[in-house]
């Protein structure tokens, strides 16, 4: 039973923008910033598109993972798990709140005129694309390559050199990419979020700079309490704050256990949410709802890994944390 590419792209975008974050705090670390650093991407491979799930298997590479035991069911290895039918079926929800994949690709060679005329219908892709644009401006990068930015598609993006203090002009770029990104979060594509505080970062500082913690206060917290409290990913969590049915169903519960969190973090997600939710009051805009999933668990998706495998998944666990 072939999965669409689609699907499969989806879920790893997904993987990819929370691995990418957590990443991006740790090297950023307390300021928001660090001169000459390289955002790290993370690749997820796929390997195959036939999977199980009271379904047969027709892969011919499943038979190699089957468990010892005569007359038991195959198991799976990790990237055939990616890509199995439950996963990529639940990655439908994502697309209409998502920052990258199919969607925001069709976007690729609008003018920036087009884009505006598209905003003003209320296309939350176009706002984010609009938002990439100005991010390009800021770094001095074409604005035509904001879709490929969005998509995660050019390691040059994400990778580049500044040095401080930023110019007027930066952090102007930064803060009407800050706008277009709420707006478009505003508008249901929730998940572009961690991009607001990523352009906060740029645009006015860490956490301390912004006001939720007293310097002294922050240089008390662990490493792991530091990191939840970097803007993209207090901006992420927000996301699935303000639109529960995200950690709903196999991908949100992966989404969720990978975001770091800490108490300190929840007071600022609070007063963020509630500004959030008035913030759609004053545009006449309804609540964000994402459907709940009604797909298995992913913990029920986890029995059908091979034992090693299960090493594997606690190794990459621990990495990422």
């Given at each position: 039973m072939g999965q669409s590419p689609?699907?499969?792209?989806?879920?790893?975008?997904?993987?990819v923008v929370i691995v990418a974050i957590i990443t991006a705090s740790v090297w950023f670390g307390s300021n928001g910033l660090n001169e000459e650093n390289d955002l790290r991407q993370t690749n997820i491979a796929t390997e195959t598109e036939d999977q199980h799930y009271g379904l047969p298997?027709?892969?011919?590479?499943?038979?190699?993972?089957?468990?010892?035991?005569?007359?038991?069911?195959p198991c799976l290895t990790l990237e055939q798990l990616e890509t199995h039918p439950v996963v990529a079926q639940d990655a439908y929800r994502y697309e209409a709140v998502i920052d990258s994949g199919p969607v925001i690709a069709a976007?690729?060679?609008?003018?920036?005129?087009?884009?505006?005329?598209?905003?003003?219908?209320?296309?939350?892709?176009?706002?984010?694309?609009?938002?990439a644009m100005s991010v390009m401006r800021a770094r001095d990068w074409p604005v035509d390559k904001a879709?490929?930015?969005?998509?995660?598609?050019?390691?040059?993006?994400?990778?580049?050199?500044?040095?401080?203090?930023?110019?007027?002009e930066f952090i102007n770029h930064m803060a009407q990419a800050?706008?277009?990104f709420y707006k478009a979060a505003l508008h249901g594509r929730v998940m572009v979020l961690w991009r607001v505080g990523d352009s906060l970062t740029f645009e006015q500082g860490g956490p301390v700079e912004l006001g939720w913690?007293?310097?002294?206060?922050?240089?008390s917290l662990s490493n792991q309490e530091r990191i939840s409290l970097e803007p993209s990913n207090v901006y992420n969590v927000l996301a699935f704050?303000?639109?529960?049915g995200l950690t709903s169903g196999p991908q949100g519960e992966?989404?969720?256990?990978?975001?770091?969190?800490?108490?300190?973090?929840?007071a600022v997600v609070d007063q963020l949410a509630e500004q959030f939710d008035r913030d759609l009051q004053d545009a006449g805009l309804p609540p964000i709802v994402v459907p709940e999933s009604n797909l298995p668990s992913f913990d029920d998706l986890l029995l059908l890994l091979c034992e090693n495998e299960q090493g594997r998944l606690e190794e990459i666990r621990k990495n990422v944390r």
């Amino acid at each position: 039973m072939g999965q669409s590419p689609r699907l499969n792209w989806t879920f790893v975008a997904l993987l990819v923008v929370i691995v990418a974050i957590i990443t991006a705090s740790v090297w950023f670390g307390s300021n928001g910033l660090n001169e000459e650093n390289d955002l790290r991407q993370t690749n997820i491979a796929t390997e195959t598109e036939d999977q199980h799930y009271g379904l047969p298997i027709d892969d011919p590479r499943a038979e190699s993972t089957a468990t010892a035991e005569s007359g038991s069911a195959p198991c799976l290895t990790l990237e055939q798990l990616e890509t199995h039918p439950v996963v990529a079926q639940d990655a439908y929800r994502y697309e209409a709140v998502i920052d990258s994949g199919p969607v925001i690709a069709a976007y690729r060679g609008l003018s920036e005129q087009e884009l505006q005329r598209l905003t003003a219908q209320g296309d939350s892709a176009a706002m984010a694309v609009l938002g990439a644009m100005s991010v390009m401006r800021a770094r001095d990068w074409p604005v035509d390559k904001a879709v490929s930015y969005l998509m995660l598609e050019d390691p040059d993006l994400l990778a580049f050199t500044f040095t401080r203090p930023f110019s007027p002009e930066f952090i102007n770029h930064m803060a009407q990419a800050r706008q277009w990104f709420y707006k478009a979060a505003l508008h249901g594509r929730v998940m572009v979020l961690w991009r607001v505080g990523d352009s906060l970062t740029f645009e006015q500082g860490g956490p301390v700079e912004l006001g939720w913690i007293s310097k002294d206060e922050y240089d008390s917290l662990s490493n792991q309490e530091r990191i939840s409290l970097e803007p993209s990913n207090v901006y992420n969590v927000l996301a699935f704050e303000v639109a529960p049915g995200l950690t709903s169903g196999p991908q949100g519960e992966i989404l969720a256990a990978l975001m770091p969190r800490s108490e300190q973090q929840l007071a600022v997600v609070d007063q963020l949410a509630e500004q959030f939710d008035r913030d759609l009051q004053d545009a006449g805009l309804p609540p964000i709802v994402v459907p709940e999933s009604n797909l298995p668990s992913f913990d029920d998706l986890l029995l059908l890994l091979c034992e090693n495998e299960q090493g594997r998944l606690e190794e990459i666990r621990k990495n990422v944390r």
